[in-house]
């Protein structure tokens, strides 16, 4: 069973940063692709980011450049570090993952966490 746990959400204001962390269970490995979707309130999911196996990255363009994400396989934690976070950059974010590729969109990867609420204000 995969198990995957959010966390470092919170309450930012405007142009501040923070570091979303995904704990993920033993089971994931190397072989694994992980990545990050969002879901504003009210709004659709949204795909932010992804990270293969073999270390090639995607992201939404709405992030691009402001976002990086990173992966520790020694921790199996997978990072998105946000910068320059804007008002609409406030949702649930998910972290995801799926043995072998990433697919797209990101939200119908096969393991998906709880979610860590990010809310930026002006």
């Known amino acids: 069973q995969v198990h995957l746990r959010e966390s470092g959400g919170g309450s930012v204001q405007a142009g501040g940063s923070l570091r979303l962390s995904c704990a993920a269970s033993a089971h994931i490995s190397r072989e694994f692709c992980m990545g990050w979707f969002r879901q504003p309130p009210g709004k659709e999911r949204e795909g932010v980011a992804y990270l293969q196996k073999n270390g090639d990255t995607w992201y939404s363009d709405s992030v691009k450049g402001r976002f990086t994400i990173s992966r520790d396989n020694a921790k199996n934690t997978l990072y998105l570090e946000m910068n320059s976070l804007n008002l609409e950059d406030t949702a649930m974010y998910f972290c995801?993952?799926?043995?072998?590729?990433?697919?797209?969109?990101?939200?119908?990867?096969?393991?998906r966490g709880q979610g860590t609420q990010v809310t930026v204000s002006s």
């Open positions: 995801v993952a799926e043995y072998g590729w990433c697919r797209r969109p990101v939200f119908v990867m096969d393991h």
